[in-house]
């Protein structure tokens, strides 16, 4: 069976230091994968997503950047942290989705990386 | 377009009662409609997924959901609510249209169990 692994569970960080998280899923190949931020008391908001390795698809413009170095594997950084990057951040892949499959590919989610930028 | 509508961003309901949680969509395809719940501090499970086949779709948890294409509604519902159900709810649609990643996801809705 497919799991996806994402750590760390929770992170504190000071304004303006680096970031970097890790993601990693096995049991499947080529994964479609996915960065979401979610704000307190907000919804999902897609930061990056990755149909192949090196191929990265960015969303939001920020200071957050992505990278899928192995099929299976996606990181997500920032060189230098700010205070609005805290969040609940969440990892999530999906099967290979096309237009004749009419995209009903469901996610699937890692536990999340709680972060606190102080 | 596609477009996704959680008519309430909270919901109580008592212990052992029914469960509703109404989701409107917009959509220029044929969608597929997901729900997924999340607990504190926790990832997005998937509840249940409508891709075209049957209209009543059957969850984990004992959750259902109805797709009606002319309502555009897609509701989740549960015969007898549960403390463990106490979670935030979200409803999805998926297709062609929507960006990057075919996905709008709603709100979500605050499912409060009181006892």
């Known amino acids: 069976s497919q799991t996806i692994h994402q750590w760390p569970a929770t992170l504190v960080q000071p304004v303006g230091s680096p970031l970097s998280l890790e993601c990693t899923v096995e049991?499947?190949?080529?994964?479609?994968l996915y960065w979401y931020r979610q704000a307190a008391g907000r919804g999902l908001q897609l930061l990056f997503y990755s149909v192949g390795i090196g191929q990265i698809s960015s969303e939001v413009p920020q200071n957050l950047s992505a990278s899928r170095p192995q099929d299976r594997q996606f990181i997500l950084s920032s060189k230098k942290l700010l205070l609005s990057d805290s969040g609940f951040y969440l990892c999530?892949?999906?099967?290979?989705?096309?237009?004749?499959?009419?995209?009903?590919?469901?996610?699937?989610f890692g536990n999340g990386t709680r972060l606190t930028v102080t | 377009a596609q477009s996704v509508t959680q008519l309430d961003s909270h919901v109580s309901v008592s212990e052992g009662t029914p469960v509703l949680l109404r989701c409107n969509y917009s959509?220029?395809?044929?969608?597929?409609l997901f729900w997924y719940v999340q607990h504190p501090n926790k990832g997005l499970q998937l509840l249940l997924k409508?891709?075209?086949?049957?209209?009543l779709v059957k969850g984990i948890n004992g959750f259902e959901a109805e797709f009606k294409k002319s309502e555009t509604s897609f509701h989740l519902t549960k015969p007898s609510a549960h403390m463990s159900d106490a979670a935030e709810y979200f409803c999805?649609?998926?297709?062609?249209?929507?960006?990057?990643?075919?996905?709008?996801f709603g709100k979500g809705t605050h499912l409060i169990i009181q006892p």
């Open positions: 999805v649609v998926s297709d062609q249209g929507g960006g990057a990643d075919g996905l709008t």
């Open positions: 049991g499947t190949s080529n994964p479609n």
């Open positions: 999530a892949w999906s099967s290979y989705r096309s237009l004749t499959n009419s995209y009903n590919s469901p996610l699937h």
């Open positions: 409508y891709t075209s086949a049957a209209t």
């Open positions: 959509s220029s395809y044929s969608p597929s």
